[in-house]
């Protein structure tokens, strides 16, 4: 069976790095873009950074973008997000996702899901 497994949150304060892991298994990792998404409570569901099955090409939100890097490691079916210069506004729970073959802004289309890890940033 297919299983997506995040790991990495935690409780940090402003500034802080934190590096998320989220490691596949049951899938054929090379065939699937990879995403990842935020949801803080009673808010909508946010795209994060998108990664191209190869690595070869990532997407970054606005509001991420030169803080935030994905990258993946497909000899070890694993995909990271390393998050820099944390805000109080990046406080979420961040999940990954896969969909074949190419990563997407829109949640509903991605095929499988973790199970997320929580970020929560201090002031």
């Known amino acids: 069976q297919v299983q997506l497994v995040e790991s990495g949150g935690g409780l940090v304060q402003a500034g802080a790095s934190l590096r998320l892991s989220c490691a596949a298994s049951?899938?054929?990792?090379?065939?699937?873009?990879m995403g990842w998404f935020r949801q803080a409570p009673g808010k909508e569901r946010e795209f994060v950074a998108g990664?191209?099955?190869?690595?070869?090409?990532?997407y970054l939100a606005d509001s991420v973008k030169g803080r935030f890097t994905i990258s993946r490691d497909n000899a070890k079916n694993t995909v990271y997000l390393q998050m820099n210069s944390l805000k109080p506004e990046d406080t979420a729970a961040y999940y990954c996702?896969?969909?074949?073959?190419?990563?997407?802004?829109?949640?509903?289309?991605?095929?499988?899901w973790g199970q997320g890890t929580q970020v929560t940033v201090s002031s």
């Open positions: 990664i191209s099955r190869g690595g070869g090409t990532t």
């Open positions: 049951g899938l054929t990792f090379n065939n699937y873009g």
């Open positions: 996702a896969a969909k074949r073959t190419y990563w997407a802004l829109i949640g509903a289309e991605y095929d499988y």
